[in-house]
């Protein structure tokens, strides 16, 4: 494959996963429907939920799948008007190994008194992959692989 054939297929690779990605937050899955109605043909399916703090523009979060090196989804940094709502979104995934990092651009994690798990990230089973009281300094990674079934393997993998 030549250089500018490969550059167009992570672009198109790409461009798919943020349509996809807008799809899903226009009809978030996470709490109130079944996962599989709305993300037909998803080899695995993660929910990600995330409680701000009154510092939400500090947050940002990325996921990347790890053998091809290509960013899955992104949240930018939150505005002001984000201060203690929870964010959730689900995105689906091809077969493969992601990692999945939040970042807080002060390094003081998200503090927020009022809720217990400031992030949340399940699989479509409704299994934890990480649960964190946000305690995490600059940022938490947390690393998983989807097999062929779906089911979401979760390696002992999260660091901060």
Known sequence: MNLLTNSFSKYL?????VLLLL???ATSTFANSDPDKTLDGCEGVVHLAITLDDNA???SWTLVNTEKYV?????E????EDNF???ETSVCLTKGCYEL???DSWGDGICNKEVDDIITLMDQNGDVILNSTGNFG????????TEQDGVIATPDNTKS
């Open 138 to 145: 600059d940022y938490i990674t947390v690393q998983f692989c």
């Open 57 to 59: 523009e500090e947050i």
């Open 13 to 17: 690779l790409l461009s798919m996963s």
């Open 77 to 80: 940094y939150f505005t002001i």
């Open 23 to 25: 799809s899903s937050l």
């Open 71 to 75: 960013k899955v989804a992104d949240g």
């Open 101 to 103: 990092t939040i970042y």
């Open 85 to 87: 709502e929870t964010i």
